[in-house]
């Protein structure tokens, strides 16, 4: 009882704070108008959005995506691991990896797109066999899309790394472009402002990623951090999107280019670096860990040649 009273009074005291210095953070480093992303230009492309675990698609991107599912826009989202490590005090870990599932289908249903499809990948074992970018060959060989969302390969978790570098295994094979567009997106952390080249100013769609995520009820990780950062970030739009009411953030770059960027480095090892935004009370610690080390990179991907 006097424990969840502090944990109550803590996040009641931290809110305010984050928010007063969030919105300071994000007057500070603006987006110019021309990183706004046209809708216009995903018209008749097929969109893969490559996720590590069930709901970080819609974390890192779920404001956009909705938006572009109401413009018959195709989508398929591709689930990497099966949620086995994920914590739930009621569900013995088998079911815990079909209500997951579940919730991704669900999730498909609701913005009517594409069929999800799945890796089954254990939990933190995404990229330790080789066969894991084969399975992903597949699906990619199948869907054939044109544009990948991706999330950032320094995104505080070794899942989220080991996404990018199998999903590059994977579109080597295939033989794809190197100047196949990718859009990088922060599910488990933020992308620093050396990162973005691109935003979406959310307005209604801030309501509809809400609900979204209400769709996960397996989740017991609170969504509330992420959701105050897509608020306070719409300081960083405000001078051409007056209206809006938060803003979702990518870095776009091409398969070439991101993947020069990560030679000679594994973004799956890296993750013990970056901290993982879970909390109100502990948000700017988790927010700005690692990020020297995350705008050196940034730095070096929007430079790649």
Not at 136 to 161: R, S, V
Not at 169 to 176: N, P, R, V
Not at 215 to 233: E, G, V, Y
Request: hydrophobic share 40%.
């Amino acid at each position: 009882m006097i424990r969840s009273l502090i944990k109550n009074t803590a996040h009641l005291i931290a809110k305010p704070i984050n928010l007063a210095i969030f919105s300071r953070y994000f007057k500070l480093n603006l987006i110019p108008r021309q990183a706004n992303i046209c809708s216009d230009d995903f018209l008749d492309q097929k969109i893969m959005i490559i996720t590590p675990h069930v709901d970080d698609e819609i974390i890192g991107a779920g404001g956009f995506i909705h938006h572009l599912s109401l413009h018959s826009c195709r989508i398929k989202c591709m689930y990497m691991t099966d949620g086995s490590k994920s914590y739930h005090p009621h569900l013995p870990q088998d079911e815990l990896i079909a209500a997951r599932k579940g919730e991704a289908i669900e999730l498909s249903r609701q913005l009517d797109i594409e069929e999800p499809g799945f890796l089954q990948v254990a939990d933190t074992q995404l990229g330790t066999e080789s066969n894991h970018y084969q399975q992903l060959l597949t699906e990619i060989k199948a869907y054939n899309p044109e544009i990948l969302f991706l999330p950032h390969p320094l995104d505080g978790h070794p899942d989220h790394g080991a996404t990018v570098t199998v999903t590059l295994e994977a579109l080597t094979k295939a033989k794809y472009p190197k100047d196949t567009p990718i859009y990088l997106y922060g599910a488990a952390n933020s992308l620093t402002p050396n990162a973005v080249n691109r935003c979406f100013a959310l307005q209604d769609e801030i309501y509809q990623k809400a609900q979204l995520l209400e769709i996960f009820q397996t989740q017991t990780m609170s969504f509330a951090p992420m959701l105050l950062l897509d608020r306070c970030r719409r300081f960083a739009v405000r001078s051409w999107a007056p209206e809006a009411l938060g803003a979702e953030f990518f870095s776009v770059t091409s398969m070439g280019n991101l993947e020069s960027a990560l030679k000679d480095l594994d973004p799956r090892a890296m993750s013990i670096n970056f901290g993982r935004i879970s909390s109100t009370v502990k948000l700017p610690f988790q927010f700005f860990r690692g990020w020297s080390i995350k705008k050196k990179f940034d730095h070096k991907l929007q430079h790649s040649a």
